[in-house]
């Protein structure tokens, strides 16, 4: 096992630190998968050929394209389990009859939460894939005046139903648009960060002193973007004027923005990241995380 882990790791107060950091990294990947991201084509040039598990696979019989076959391919090497669940559940919704996008969002809830700390003892190119993706796609999106990049869209969450919004997002993902293509390319390079930690497992390490140095003045040069000084001032205007303020929020230029800064840290510190971020993709870690970032 490869063991990328330097120095000393950090501790104490300065933990608030590393979880306000590794809080962005995960809320800004969170924001990308939860508003699937149109990049533009949808080439399969380069993808490997794939074949259907079985003549009766009624899930790839409905959505019968290579992103979503590589996907499916990907799921049971790494859980065949889930792959199973997914294949049975897909042929019973389409028994009763759901459509495409109905199957779409089968098809993004089969991930694991539990199984995708394995992600913590994978490479960091896969780390630095995601991002890339990730950030491609919120460039994209931001270029484009989607509805998702301004701040307004979330202001009227507040008085929507979960339901409303689920079919909001499910409208957003509708199969063959962009935004699945991107959203199950995100989905299938998870998968193989996965596959590889489970083959190929690594050490990452915990972030060091110097790591926490170094990602001190990562978030600083975050707090000083415009919008996040904007927002850091919100508290004190008036109710009219917040709204004002976040309305001309770009999310996804925000969000691009902290991906940016992660990606421009060096290799190691992003390696030793990789592994603490991938570790909190549990569910109960996420909260401890969140918890604990009130007093950074």
């Given at each position: 096992?490869?063991?990328?882990?330097?120095?000393?790791?950090?501790?104490?107060?300065?933990?608030?630190?590393?979880?306000?950091?590794?809080?962005?990294?995960?809320?800004?990947?969170?924001?990308?998968?939860?508003?699937?991201?149109?990049?533009?084509?949808?080439?399969?040039?380069?993808?490997?050929?794939?074949?259907?598990?079985?003549?009766?696979?009624?899930?790839?019989?409905?959505?019968?394209?290579?992103?979503?076959?590589?996907?499916?391919?990907?799921?049971?090497?790494?859980?065949?389990?889930?792959?199973?669940?997914?294949?049975?559940?897909?042929?019973?919704?389409?028994e009763n009859?759901?459509?495409?996008?109905?199957?779409?969002?089968?098809?993004?809830?089969?991930?694991?939460?539990?199984?995708?700390?394995t992600l913590?003892?994978?490479?960091?190119?896969?780390?630095?894939?995601?991002?890339?993706?990730?950030?491609?796609?919120?460039?994209?999106?931001?270029?484009?005046?989607?509805?998702?990049?301004?701040?307004?869209?979330?202001?009227q969450f507040?008085?929507?139903?979960?339901?409303?919004?689920?079919?909001?997002?499910?409208?957003?993902?509708?199969?063959?648009?962009?935004?699945?293509?991107?959203?199950?390319?995100?989905?299938?390079?998870?998968?193989?960060?996965?596959?590889?930690?489970?083959?190929?497992?690594?050490?990452?390490?915990?972030?060091?002193?110097?790591?926490?140095?170094?990602?001190?003045?990562?978030?600083?040069?975050?707090?000083?973007?415009?919008?996040?000084?904007?927002?850091?001032?919100?508290?004190?205007?008036?109710?009219?004027?917040?709204?004002?303020?976040?309305?001309?929020?770009?999310?996804?230029?925000?969000?691009?923005?902290?991906?940016?800064?992660?990606?421009?840290?060096?290799?190691?510190?992003?390696?030793?990241?990789?592994?603490?971020?991938?570790?909190?993709?549990?569910?109960?870690?996420?909260?401890?995380?969140?918890?604990?970032?009130?007093?950074?």
């Open positions: 096992m490869y063991d990328a882990s330097k120095g000393h790791s950090i501790s104490g107060g300065d933990s608030n630190l590393v979880f306000g950091a590794i809080f962005v990294g995960v809320v800004a990947l969170a924001f990308c998968i939860a508003f699937l991201i149109p990049i533009g084509s949808k080439k399969s040039d380069g993808l490997p050929d794939m074949k259907l598990t079985s003549t009766d696979n009624v899930l790839l019989a409905q959505l019968n394209d290579p992103h979503t076959r590589e996907f499916f391919t990907l799921l049971e090497q790494t859980d065949p389990d889930a792959a199973l669940d997914l294949e049975i559940d897909a042929e019973m919704a389409v009859g759901a459509d495409k996008n109905e199957l779409v969002m089968m098809v993004f809830n089969a991930l694991d939460p539990s199984g995708l700390q913590a003892k994978s490479d960091v190119k896969h780390f630095d894939a995601i991002l890339n993706h990730a950030r491609t796609g919120l460039d994209s999106m931001s270029d484009g005046r989607s509805k998702w990049c301004k701040g307004s869209t979330y202001e507040a008085d929507m139903s979960q339901y409303r919004i689920m079919k909001e997002v499910e409208t957003t993902f509708g199969y063959g648009s962009d935004a699945y293509e991107w959203g199950i390319q995100l989905n299938s390079l998870v998968l193989k960060a996965r596959l590889d930690g489970q083959k190929n497992p690594v050490r990452n390490g915990t972030l060091t002193a110097q790591d926490q140095t170094l990602l001190q003045n990562s978030m600083m040069q975050l707090i000083a973007d415009p919008q996040v000084m904007q927002l850091m001032m919100i508290g004190s205007m008036s109710e009219q004027d917040q709204r004002a303020a976040i309305g001309k929020v770009d999310a996804c230029q925000l969000g691009s923005s902290a991906l940016g800064i992660l990606t421009s840290l060096p290799t190691d510190t992003r390696r030793r990241m990789w592994g603490e971020m991938a570790s909190y993709l549990n569910e109960a870690r996420f909260n401890e995380a969140i918890s604990q970032i009130g007093g950074f």
